[in-house]
């Protein structure tokens, strides 16, 4: 995996930061399109995508051993490949065969669906994939 997931990431601490604490570890740079972040508040994380050849595993450790981001609590793990997505902001009553058929289209990622799981309460859907790269 070329992705990163940054955890224990408190509200105060702004992108650019983050930005700049990668830069540092990895050798690389944003502007120069060697990864991109982004923060999720929600969870209290961020999400580092690599888009050269890096050792996604190698930054992690790096990251997990940085004493900037021990005094931040600021824990690195690489992301695990899955074949499931979380759709959100579904209509209610949207049937699982438009569900499917919308993600199998080429424009929305071509990906065979195996199963949608859907969750009326939170309008949302589970979907899995048959193969983790259908869900980029």
């Known amino acids: 995996s070329t992705i990163v997931v940054l955890e224990n990431v408190q509200e105060k601490v702004k992108d650019c930061m983050l930005i700049m ?19 999720i508040p929600e969870i209290r994380a961020a999400v580092v995508t690599f888009t050269g050849n890096t050792d996604a595993e190698e930054f992690a450790k790096k990251l997990n051993q940085n004493h900037r981001a021990k005094q931040q609590n600021i824990t690195a793990r690489c992301l695990e490949q899955t074949k499931s997505v979380r759709a959100e902001n579904i209509p209610p009553n949207t049937p699982s065969d438009y569900i499917t058929v919308y993600f199998e289209n080429k424009k929305n990622g071509g990906a065979q669906v195996v199963s949608v799981q859907q969750l009326p309460d939170e309008d949302a859907a589970i979907i899995t994939f048959s193969d983790y790269k259908g869900n980029a």
Request: glycine share 10%; with cysteine; net charge negative.
């Open 21 to 39: 604490l990668v830069e540092n570890i990895s050798g690389l740079s944003e502007d120069d399109g060697d990864f991109c972040l982004e923060i």
